[in-house]
């Protein structure tokens, strides 16, 4: 029994992220588990596995009735924001490429999550690699022109928690006030696109339209990016205004086709 006991700990996983992955594989069925069934699956210390399974609740990645745990709603969530980004990621990629090749310079697909964005895609040249950003990458949402496009419609508070995410600027010409951040998204929300002007990156501009609903919030945004010297913002607003919402039109179309297809917007 104890030779037995010491291979399990000795194969069980070393790093806090295995278990908790190993933890959550074992919920592979529509019913529940008690500590002591997940503790035989995995064969994980008894006390370690409960308290991640209680910090799991916390979170609302498993839900506790009784001594019985399920998968609760944050999973849920998590893996449809994951199926719709990819989606919107498929149906965006002509659109971004089409963009890419009319104006020479960097495009990238961005989504936000709390005080920064993600980006989905990145296309571009040569000039693409010598940007500070990667498909998967995150940035201060206040610093970039996507980031802006999609908090032109925020509420105070998600102003506020943006800036104290990254207080620091990037650069000189980096937004780190409220009063500056709240000009500049009214600035936005009236004309409909926005510019990074060398705020996320010396010698780096970007034009970015939201990409959603006219007259609602931005469910994700586009850029078209290029040195400060060769971006020529008025002449880039129409183009990357036509993407966004060509993607947008195609999203839509789509849904419309799909009715039991859950809404971007949800």
Request: aromatic share 4%.
């Amino acid at each position: 029994m104890k030779a037995t006991m010491e291979t399990t700990a000795s194969a069980a996983p070393a790093s806090m992220i295995d278990r908790v992955v190993q933890i959550l594989e074992t919920f592979d069925a529509p019913v529940g588990l008690t500590l002591a069934q997940v503790v035989s699956r995995t064969g994980l210390p008894r006390s370690s596995t409960h308290r991640i399974l209680e910090h799991l609740v916390k979170i609302r990645w498993l839900r506790r009735e009784g001594n019985t745990y399920q998968l609760g709603l944050g999973v849920l969530e998590l893996g449809t924001l994951a199926v719709h980004q990819h989606h919107l990621r498929k149906t965006a990629l002509p659109y971004l490429h089409e963009l890419q090749s009319l104006t020479g310079m960097v495009v990238h697909l961005a989504v936000l999550d709390g005080p920064e964005i993600v980006y989905l895609d990145k296309i571009g040249g040569r000039f693409g690699m010598s940007l500070p950003s990667r498909i998967g990458g995150r940035q201060p949402a206040h610093f970039t022109a996507v980031g802006k496009a999609l908090l032109a419609d925020s509420r105070d508070e998600a102003v506020r928690a943006t800036l104290a995410a990254a207080p620091d600027a990037r650069t000189a010409r980096s937004i780190t006030t409220e009063q500056a951040l709240k000009r500049e998204l009214g600035r936005i929300s009236e004309r409909g696109v926005a510019f990074d002007r060398e705020e996320s990156a010396q010698g780096i501009g970007c034009v970015a339209a939201p990409i959603g609903p006219p007259g609602g919030p931005g469910q994700a945004a586009v850029s078209v990016c290029g040195p400060i010297g060769r971006i020529h913002f008025d002449q880039l607003v129409g183009p990357v205004r036509a993407a966004a919402s060509q993607i947008w039109n195609t999203v839509a179309r789509e849904q419309m086709r799909r009715p039991g297809r859950l809404s971007y917007a949800s």
